[in-house]
């Protein structure tokens, strides 16, 4: 995790976003600004309001208020003119059981106007997460890894602008986390904002420029290392496993069995 932080126009905007389940609110005026080539982390224990937070930006489930802006664009009301500029690889994917890989990645180049370029997408997507050999087996009998790893291949197939990822590194092997670290990098680096959730926080130390730590639906602290430190009172030298437990310790465990 670099102390550096881009000075470039925000891509991804989020000001205010209030949400409530069952007359009970989740998130409290939540607010991020990520720009281009960003990866951003999305840090906090079970329930603290992640996945509420990546399914909003990722224009799935509105808000109660509040509002989400991509490249200058308004996701709610209406978040279908910009879905093409976002891919999301939720917690736990799904599938339809009849199709196949290579089937699936047909229907969404169909649903982004990719059908022209489909072939080639479809090695190049396929090679990118290693299923390359799967193409034409049912997503159904995956592994839970492998099906991690095509939900990526599926999130890129608009080439989005931005890229929400919740857990990507679950069910993946020692090797298969390395390489989606590495994807995650690589993917900043061609000017993809990237915006993820994990508990593993070696890797979120390793790859992001600056993290959001939530809890309870709230904003802890948000910035780069060394403001987290600083927001933790620790000092230099402190990692962020060390900064995560000094903050939310201070706020008590939210219960594990709420919304996440």
């Known amino acids: 995790m670099t102390d550096s932080v881009s000075t470039n126009t925000p891509v991804l905007v989020a000001t205010d976003l209030v949400q409530a389940f069952r007359e009970r609110q989740v998130l409290f005026d939540l607010c991020l600004s990520i720009p281009a080539g960003e990866v951003h982390g999305l840090l906090g224990s079970n329930g603290a309001g992640k996945t509420t937070t990546l399914n909003i930006l990722a ?20 978040p279908t003119p910009i879905k093409s500029l976002i891919g999301y690889v939720a917690d736990e994917p799904i599938f339809l059981s009849q199709l196949t890989a290579r089937e699936h990645l047909d229907l969404f180049a169909r649903a982004f106007g990719y059908q022209q370029e489909l072939p080639r997408r479809t090695v190049e997507l396929l090679k990118l997460v290693g299923l390359n050999e799967h193409a034409d087996e049912r997503v159904a009998g995956f592994s839970r890894g492998m099906k991690k790893r095509f939900a990526l291949a599926l999130a890129l197939v ?27 990098t690589e993917l900043a680096q061609q000017g993809k904002t990237i915006v993820f959730s994990s508990h593993v926080l070696e890797l979120v130390e390793a790859v992001v420029q600056r993290a959001t730590i939530l809890s309870n639906g709230r904003v802890l602290a948000s910035g780069a290392l060394s403001e ?20 939310t310790d201070r706020q008590g465990h939210p219960d594990a069995t709420s919304t996440s």
Do not use: C, M, N
């Open 59 to 78: 224009g799935l489930v509105p808000p109660v208020s509040g509002q989400v802006r991509i490249d200058g664009k308004s996701v709610w009301p209406d």
């Open 158 to 184: 608009p080439d989005p602008l931005v890229l929400l990822l919740d857990e990507p590194t679950v069910g993946l092997d020692p090797r298969w986390i390395r390489r989606v670290r590495e994807l995650i």
């Open 228 to 247: 987290l430190r600083s927001k933790a009172v620790l000092q230099e030298g402190a990692d962020l496993e060390q900064v995560f437990f000094a903050l």
